[in-house]
């Protein structure tokens, strides 16, 4: 137990001391402008590897009519003193209470930090709902909020849709110009979703019918785009070794992907691909090696980048080290091997998906066993690398002789890897990660149930145990239950903050949360929908046709794989229109 005088667990103490060792924070004087207190759902180490967040603290800041302040979800021992000394949350850079700032904004990246979202408001001592003109205007963004916010939308204000970049300077000039903290002066506004002003109304099986929208508000909320990304890169700009990351300059190689993984938000969410340029890239890789930093490549298709093996060759040319975040399997070669071996890669990271060519073609991740077994070869000569490989069970369409592939596949990854080593004598480890599938909004699996509790932990328990004798492997897997209640909250509709705040009061107890409620959260999780189902998120204009994820879904239950996106730089609108100067 924390004693109420216990100044070790004193939050602002903390605060001090890691501004010590920052480089890049801003502290500005208030002096008549827009306070934003900019907040990360999750403890500060996780919060600041995170670039989005780095991202809108400097679109914020670089603007002189503008304040913006950091505030993180503190430790358990933290939240105990704060509670025992009945005090507020506070900034990081001055320790101003939240509850004071003009706008309280949420970068929210995991629907499982929805449940931090509400305690730190609590901690602020600001009202979940029903707030009043003297609270601050509570606003949310990220990757979550931009595919489904409905299970958070009684708790905000306004959600912005879309990439950060496209939305921070025009909300805050309309927000600047108007006056007043109302909903009305963001009616049409590009990417900005104003809850208060959308009221879904459900049919007697408890699908939505409709949704009321007021006077003002449009039909469609469009998302918004970074249109000059190509030249500005996601990149750290606040630095820190208080990171899951230590001492790494993290830079942004490109935004979305073209491969098309039916289960993958990243490549809906952030669609068009786009890659940052050559001459971004090394600039900012020159500034962090300046600084004798570590470069940590992050994207999500880093491996489709076109000056990718460049990027590797300038970095150890010019004696610098590297990691990458992934890498395709099927990109992997002789030299790019080599130059990662260079630049320091101790670990390499690739994500076959499932045990089977039929089922990857399902997901339309079209890679032969062939190919996978070839590319371990080709790591176990280059060097003793450790080898990350990533798997779901629960897909779409899987079968039990999908699950047990897996078990095969990996052994024969581990066989290439020990033979191609031999010479050396010495061959890296095999660490295997295993999630249940947890469908996503806006691709073409949205429409695809969880597959169960029992059903996927007696997956993962096969995963498991077939591999618990293997030497030279150890296996991680997802909870059932957790990856259950990620569902719930991925694809479920504005119902769903009930079993939400439920859960935030009982401490995240979400199985008593959802017992009380009596809400049917099968019928979110375990249900499959039908393809003509208004989804809680169809408000959203992702800038993907109508009909584009639904004819795709079909195509799945064929096996028939999707072709790639063609590069930014060639005209396509076969998947829909997109504003950000590219259509794809």
């Not at 979703?193 to 408890?206: C, F, L, R, T």
Request: aromatic share 8%; proline share 5%.
């Amino acid at each position: 137990m924390t004693k109420k005088r216990d100044l070790t667990a004193d939050p602002r103490k903390t605060a001090t001391r890691r501004l010590e060792k920052e480089t890049g924070a801003v502290v500005k004087e208030p002096g008549g402008r827009l306070s934003v207190a900019l907040a990360y759902p999750n403890q500060y180490e996780i919060g600041m590897s995170n670039l989005g967040l780095q991202k809108i603290y400097h679109l914020f800041n670089r603007r002189e009519d503008v304040l913006c302040e950091r505030a993180f979800l503190p430790s358990p021992k933290e939240i105990e003193f704060l509670k025992n000394n009945r005090r507020p949350l506070e900034s990081m850079e001055t320790g101003r209470a939240l509850r004071t700032f003009d706008l309280l904004a949420f970068s929210i990246t995991f629907e499982m930090d929805y449940i931090n979202v509400l305690t730190m408001l609590d901690l602020a001592k600001i009202p979940l709902k029903n707030r009043t003109f003297d609270d601050p205007m509570i606003v949310a963004g990220g990757v979550c909020a931009t595919l489904n916010p409905e299970p958070l939308a009684p708790f905000f204000d306004l959600v912005f849709i879309g990439e950060g970049e496209g939305v921070v300077d025009p909300f805050v000039d309309a927000l600047l110009m108007s006056g007043t903290f109302s909903m009305s002066p963001f009616g049409g506004l590009p990417g900005v979703y104003a809850p208060s002003a959308y009221e879904p109304e459900y049919k007697k099986d408890g699908a939505i019918e409709r949704i009321e929208i007021k006077s003002g508000f449009p039909e469609k909320v469009i998302r918004a785009w970074a249109k000059d990304y190509k030249d500005n890169p996601n990149v750290t700009v606040i630095e820190t070794p208080d990171t899951v990351f230590g001492d790494m300059i993290l830079i942004e190689t490109g935004k979305g992907c073209g491969r098309h993984c039916r289960f993958c938000a990243a490549g809906y969410a952030y669609r068009p691909t786009r890659f940052a340029s050559y001459k971004a890239l090394t600039k900012n890789i020159d500034e962090a090696l300046d600084g004798e930093s570590k470069v940590g490549l992050v994207g999500s298709n880093i491996s489709d980048h076109p000056d990718m093996e460049r990027i590797f060759e300038y970095i150890v040319n010019k004696g610098g080290k590297f990691s990458v975040s992934s890498m395709r399997i099927d990109r992997l070669t002789d030299r790019t091997l080599q130059l990662m071996s260079k630049g320091g890669l101790k670990t390499i990271t690739v994500a076959p998906e499932a045990g089977t060519e039929s089922l990857r073609r399902r997901i339309s991740k079209d890679i032969s066993d062939e190919t996978i077994i070839e590319a371990a070869r080709l790591i176990g000569k280059a060097g003793a690398f450790d080898l990350k490989l990533y798997f779901l069970v629960g897909l779409p369409g899987e079968e039990q002789k999908d699950v047990e592939a897996i078990v095969e596949l990996v052994e024969s990854i581990r066989e290439a890897m020990v033979d191609a080593s031999k010479e050396r004598g010495t061959v890296g480890k095999i660490r295997v990660g295993v999630n249940g599938f947890v469908p996503k909004p806006s691709t073409p699996f949205q429409w695809a149930p969880y597959a169960g509790t029992k059903q996927v932990g007696d997956k993962l328990k096969i995963v498991k145990s077939g591999l618990k004798k293997t030497p030279g492997v150890t296996v991680q897997t997802s909870s059932a239950r957790y990856d259950y209640v990620q569902t719930l909250l991925s694809v479920g509709d504005r119902r769903v903050a009930e079993v939400l705040e439920l859960a935030h009061k009982y401490d995240g107890d979400w199985f008593k949360a959802i017992k009380e409620t009596g809400i049917d959260c099968d019928f979110f999780v375990t249900r499959k929908k039908g393809r003509d189902e208004k989804a809680p998120w169809s408000f959203i204009d992702h800038g993907l046709r109508d009909d584009y994820l639904s004819r795709d879904s079909e195509r799945s239950e064929k096996g028939k794989v999707i072709a790639e996106c063609p590069p930014p730089d060639e005209k396509c609108d076969r998947c829909g229109q997109f504003e950000c100067g590219i259509s794809h």
